[in-house]
């Protein structure tokens, strides 16, 4: 069980990221499209799983878990701050980068994406995972909390065509512009990333070069200074380092 609904959160990502490629060669996508596409090619992916062990089910619902948290913290943490208040700061990377929706698709991604390593790691090692998971989001969300920086959107034309678009048009509705730096979005990404190394190889290769596509597409779609998506990056793996599990027999 576990693993089927892994590869559904796997054939979820990707049918968002096969869109973005799309789009970025010119194909003309709705919601319609993708949304139907995806209908029929997450139960496929679902179709590949195998069966798990009766004792490693109850992890598949780790994710969902953690991601609620996530939300919890996230939402929390930009209610009791004031975007007037926050800090901007001056990027000159990100001024000279387009804005591209296509890679919406992409960067919302992250939210089953982060959950995904809770249906592939091995059942004796996701307390540790989890733990590093969870220090991950508080240490986050002290920062947002403590530090709070914004980053103020873009003019974005409301008939902009495409999907990405569309999610994109989303995304800037519901999300708070405080809540930069660290970017969790890309803490999490690398995180999940660095967990995958113990799912099999194809599996862990997807999951690198996806939680690189979801770094670039934080700042691609204005959501992320620079700074943030590496303070999130460096978080990550500093707290994967943390919550290793020690060789046998090291002191």
Request: aromatic share 10%; charged share 10%.
């Amino acid at each position: 069980m576990r693993r089927v609904v892994g590869h559904v959160l796997v054939g979820t990502v990707a049918c968002g990221q096969i869109a973005c490629l799309l789009e970025l060669l010119g194909a003309p996508l709705t919601p319609t499209i993708v949304l139907g596409a995806e209908a029929v090619l997450v139960p496929a992916f679902a179709l590949l799983a195998a069966r798990e062990p009766r004792e490693a089910r109850a992890w598949a619902l780790g994710g969902f878990v953690m991601w609620s948290i996530w939300g919890a913290l996230y939402f929390g943490a930009a209610a009791v701050t004031q975007p007037p208040n926050a800090r901007t700061f001056d990027d000159a990377i990100l001024e000279r980068l387009p804005l591209v929706p296509a890679f919406a698709s992409v960067y919302v991604g992250v939210h089953t994406f982060s959950m995904i390593p809770y249906c592939f790691v091995p059942h004796e090692k996701l307390r540790r995972y989890a733990l590093g998971n969870l220090l991950i989001l508080l240490l986050s969300a002290i920062v947002w909390v403590t530090l709070p920086v914004r980053l103020d959107r873009p003019p974005f034309a409301a008939d902009t065509p495409g999907f990405g678009a569309w999610v994109l048009r989303l995304v800037y509705a519901g999300d708070p512009t405080t809540n930069c730096f660290p970017s969790a979005h890309c803490s999490v990404a690398t995180y999940a990333a660095i967990g995958m190394r113990a799912a099999p190889r194809p599996f862990f290769v997807w999951s690198v070069v996806s939680a690189v596509a979801i770094c670039v597409s934080t700042v691609l779609t204005r959501q992320h200074y620079v700074a943030d998506v590496l303070g999130g990056a460096v978080i990550a793996s500093l707290l994967a380092w943390a919550t290793r599990e020690s060789p046998r027999g090291a002191t």
